[in-house]
């Protein structure tokens, strides 16, 4: 199937559990995310600065540029200016950083907390008792230049469709918890992004809104 193809039949896919898809274009060249732009598709997905510095240049304006994977403190001013969601914030130091380059840009940039959830060591993200204690504490409260928007995580890299399942079930839990019991002016509880090519379908049934969803659009890297 062509990249235009498959963007369409995902479209439709998930149209019925009314959530977004990101396609994530990392390490495919400025080509490939114009064919599925010319097919619909505004939202992609980076991870890497660099890369989506050198990509976006080459593309329409309009494109909304998500960074989905680790954000280095330095790093964040030069997506300041455009970025359209943070899906990586996993330190207080790096929304911070976020916050000021914000409000340099003189915007708000929207923001999601990666969450800890795979059972494995090296997935980065927030334990979710430390989501707890940073929301009771009112530890995001300060930062008026970000929009908490919700929250990412990452599954176990696992055959194991019940672990998987399992994960996404804890991180819907949190999300329906955090949203019911924390308010503030910088919160607007919508967005779980979870869900990859290999497990986009559980994620979705168990209440994504959001999908980054890479190599059974472009191919394998
Ligand atoms: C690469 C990547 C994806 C997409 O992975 P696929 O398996 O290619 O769909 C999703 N999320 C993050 C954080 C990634 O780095």
Redesign the pocket.
């Known amino acids: 199937m062509s990249i235009a193809q498959t963007i369409s039949q995902l479209i439709s896919e998930i149209k019925p559990y009314g959530s977004t898809l990101i396609a994530?274009s990392?390490t495919h060249p400025a080509e490939a995310v114009r064919e599925a732009y010319e097919a619909g598709q505004l939202d992609f997905?980076e991870?890497k600065v660099q890369e989506m510095q050198d990509k976006k240049p080459l593309l329409p304006n309009e494109i909304h540029w998500h960074l989905?994977?680790h954000l280095q403190s330095n790093k964040v001013k030069y997506i300041a200016p455009y970025v359209h969601l943070v899906h990586s914030v996993d330190s207080l130091k790096l929304l911070e950083e976020i916050n000021k380059e914000a409000q340099k840009n003189n915007r708000i940039i929207p923001c999601l907390l990666q969450v800890h959830i795979a059972q494995e060591e090296t997935k980065f993200g927030v334990d979710a008792n430390d989501i707890r204690t940073w929301l009771s504490n009112r530890s995001l409260d300060s930062f008026d230049h970000v929009k908490i928007k919700g929250f990412m995580g990452?599954a176990s890299f696992t055959p194991d469709q019940q672990k998987i399942r399992q994960e996404f079930k804890q991180l819907k839990q949190l999300f329906d918890e955090c949203s019911k019991h924390y308010q503030s002016a910088n919160t607007e509880w919508e967005a779980l992004c979870m869900g990859?090519?290999?497990d986009y379908k559980i994620a979705l049934e168990e209440g994504s809104t959001m999908i980054?969803?890479?190599?059974?659009i472009f191919g394998s890297r």
């Open positions: 994530v990392k997905g991870n989905i994977g990452m990859m090519s290999a980054r969803v890479g190599s059974a």
